[in-house]
C-alpha cells in the first residue's frame, strides 16, 4: 500500500526535453512531458480512442500528438484535435496527474488533486540555488522503497558496506545515533570526532590527518530524504559551529515506488565548495553513484529474502530506532488516508 496524497519526484527537471517519457509510479503507467511553452503534462499513458501508449507519440508544440491515430492532448489530458479535423467528442480526455517544478526536480501529485498543495513540497535549496553546485544522477532498484529509506537513517551499515567510499573510522558502527520525531518527519544525527576520514571526503576535502565529521539525515514522507554530512580538521571547532576548515555535503534521496518491490531512486551531491571545479563534480558525482550502487546490492538482496517488504519477526537493535519510527509513522499516515 502506498500513500497517495503527498508530492513524488517523476524526474529531475532537465531530463524534459522533446521527447514523452513513460515512467510507471505506483504501479500506475504516466507520461510526462514538455509542451512548447514550458509546462509539464502528466498524463494517464493510454489514449482515449484505441488505449494506445501515449509515450509512443510525439510532442507537437504545446500537445501531445498519440503515435497511433494522431489525436492531441494538453497538459491536462484533454483532446484538443482529432486527425481529421472533426470536432472533439466532449469526453475525449485521459486522467491527468497535478505538476509541480521546484528544486529543479519535476514533483507528481498521485492522490486526489483537490488536495494537492505545492507549499507541501520539501525545502530542498541546495538542489537549485546558486551557491550551491549540485551533480543529480538517478537509479533503478529491486527493491521496496521502504527498504532504502530504512538503509538511508541507518548509519550503522556504513562501516561495512561502504568502505571503498564514505566509510572512516572503525568507530563508526559503534557510536550511538540521536533520534528525533519531528512535525513533518524524521531526524537522526551523531557526531564522530578525532576520526579517519572516509576515502571519498579526504579526496574532496584534502584532509591529512583526522577529522571531525557530522552526519545528519531527515526524512520527509513518503520518500525524501537529505543528509547534511561533512568533515572538517580534527579539534578547529566544528562541532561548535565553525565549518571553515572543513567542507559540507548536502545528499539527497528521492524515493518513488514504482511497484511494490521496485523503486525509482533520484540522488544528488549537492556542495558549497570549489564551485566551479569541473574534476570535483565528476569526483563527488562518481563517489556518490558509486556509494549508492553499494546498497544496491544489499537492497535487492533484501528484497528476496522479503518479498512484502516488512521487517516482521525479525529482531531490532538500539541503532534502528529512526528507522522503526519512520515504519510506524508511515504506516499511521497510510491508515488514516484509507480511513
Known amino acids: 500500500m502506498f500513500l497517495r496524497n503527498c508530492w513524488y519526484t517523476a524526474l529531475w527537471s532537465n531530463e524534459l526535453k522533446d521527447k514523452p517519457i513513460a515512467k510507471t509510479l505506483l504501479n500506475e503507467k504516466i507520461v510526462l512531458f514538455r509542451s512548447a511553452r514550458g509546462d509539464v503534462g502528466a498524463l494517464e499513458d493510454?489514449?482515449?480512442?484505441?488505449?494506445?501508449?501515449?509515450?509512443?507519440?510525439?510532442?507537437?508544440?504545446?500537445?501531445?500528438?498519440?503515435?497511433?491515430?494522431?489525436l492531441k492532448f494538453d497538459v491536462n489530458g484533454k483532446c484538443v484535435e482529432l486527425p481529421d479535423g472533426n470536432q472533439v467528442p466532449s469526453g475525449a480526455k485521459v486522467r491527468s496527474y497535478p505538476i509541480a517544478e521546484k528544486w529543479n526536480v519535476v514533483w507528481i501529485w498521485m492522490g486526489d488533486p483537490a488536495k494537492a498543495d505545492p507549499g507541501k513540497i520539501p525545502d530542498l535549496p541546495?538542489?537549485?540555488?546558486?551557491?550551491?553546485?549540485?551533480?543529480?544522477g538517478r537509479l533503478h532498484v529491486k527493491s521496496?522503497?521502504?527498504?532504502?529509506?530504512?538503509?538511508?537513517?541507518?548509519?550503522t551499515?556504513?562501516?561495512?558496506?561502504?568502505?571503498?567510499?564514505?566509510?572512516?573510522?572503525?568507530?563508526?558502527?559503534?557510536?550511538?545515533?540521536?533520534?528525533?520525531?519531528?512535525?513533518?518527519?524524521?531526524g537522526i544525527s551523531r557526531w564522530l570526532l578525532d576520526v579517519q576520514p572516509p576515502?571519498?571526503?579526504?579526496?574532496?576535502?584534502?584532509?591529512?590527518?583526522?577529522?571531525?565529521?557530522?552526519?545528519?539525515?531527515r526524512w520527509h514522507p513518503p520518500g525524501v530524504?537529505?543528509?547534511?554530512?561533512?568533515?572538517?580538521?580534527a579539534g578547529t571547532g566544528a562541532p561548535q559551529g565553525d565549518r571553515s576548515q572543513g567542507i559540507s555535503i548536502w545528499s539527497t534521496h528521492l524515493l518513488t515506488p514504482e511497484t511494490e518491490h521496485t523503486s525509482h531512486y533520484m540522488f544528488c551531491f549537492s556542495r558549497d565548495f570549489n564551485l566551479e571545479d569541473e574534476g570535483m563534480s565528476k569526483l563527488l558525482y562518481e563517489g556518490s553513484r558509486a556509494t549508492f550502487l553499494e546498497d544496491v546490492d544489499f537492497l535487492e538482496a533484501l528484497q528476496n529474502n522479503r518479498a512484502d517488504g516488512s521487517l516482521d519477526g525479525l529482531i531490532h537493535l538500539a541503532a534502528d530506532a529512526g528507522q522503526l519510527q519512520a515504519r510506524r509513522m508511515l504506516s499511521s499516515m497510510i491508515s488514516a488516508e484509507q480511513a
Not at 530524504?225 to 580538521?233: E, I, R, S, T
Open 144 to 155: 521496496n522503497y521502504q527498504f532504502i529509506v530504512d538503509n538511508l537513517l541507518d548509519f
Open 126 to 136: 541546495w538542489l537549485s540555488e546558486p551557491k550551491w553546485t549540485a551533480t543529480p
Open 199 to 217: 576515502p571519498l571526503f579526504a579526496n574532496a576535502g584534502n584532509f591529512k590527518g583526522n577529522v571531525d565529521r557530522w552526519q545528519v539525515a
Open 225 to 233: 530524504v537529505y543528509l547534511d554530512v561533512g568533515c572538517a580538521k
Open 157 to 186: 551499515h556504513v562501516a561495512y558496506v561502504h568502505k571503498r567510499t564514505i566509510a572512516g573510522d572503525p568507530r563508526e558502527a559503534t557510536e550511538p545515533l540521536k533520534p528525533e520525531r519531528l512535525n513533518d518527519g524524521i
Open 46 to 70: 493510454c489514449c482515449c480512442h484505441r488505449a494506445a501508449p501515449l509515450s509512443l507519440g510525439e510532442i507537437a508544440g504545446d500537445y501531445l500528438a498519440c503515435g497511433y491515430h494522431g
